[in-house]
């Protein structure tokens, strides 16, 4: 996958990114105001969550249920200094998880990802578009 986008078909990308997924560990890479946490927030509506999904960046994780009682866990390691502060929390616990794992600045605990995590990379176009590209 690698196309454009903007906040008007913001739901058919995440649509197909869940589609396309070879597996439930999603990473969101791309700079600060490129839209990680947007995409996230579709992405847990569609799977059925209906709590009010926010960015976990100083709880470092935010749990939700969907419709059909699986776990979504939403990640930010903005804001950790050492990949400790992962294994800490129990990081590995979540990856062993059949649940859906969505992860922004997964580049701070590298090491850390499972080999076989979908990487999705995010950049700004214009004020309006982005593009996206499944690796």
């Not at 569609?46 to 749990?63: H, K, R």
């Not at 804001?79 to 701070?108: Q, S």
Request: charged fraction near 25%; glycine fraction near 4%.
């Amino acid at each position: 996958m690698n196309k454009n986008f903007s906040l008007e078909n913001l739901s058919e990308v995440a649509a197909e990114l869940i589609s396309s997924a070879k597996n439930k560990t999603l990473l969101f890479y791309g700079q600060m105001g490129v839209g990680k946490t947007t995409l996230i927030k579709e992405i847990c509506k569609q799977l059925g969550v209906l709590d009010t999904i926010s960015s976990p960046t100083f709880s470092l994780v935010n749990e939700y249920e969907t419709l059909e009682n699986e776990k979504v866990f939403h990640f930010d390691f903005y804001r950790i200094t050492d990949e400790i502060e992962a294994l800490d929390m129990g990081i590995e616990e979540y990856f062993d998880t059949n649940d859906w794992c969505l992860i922004e600045w997964p580049e701070n605990i590298e090491i850390l990802l499972p080999l076989d995590a979908v990487k999705i990379h995010l950049s700004i176009l214009d004020d309006q578009k982005r593009n996206i590209q499944l690796k």
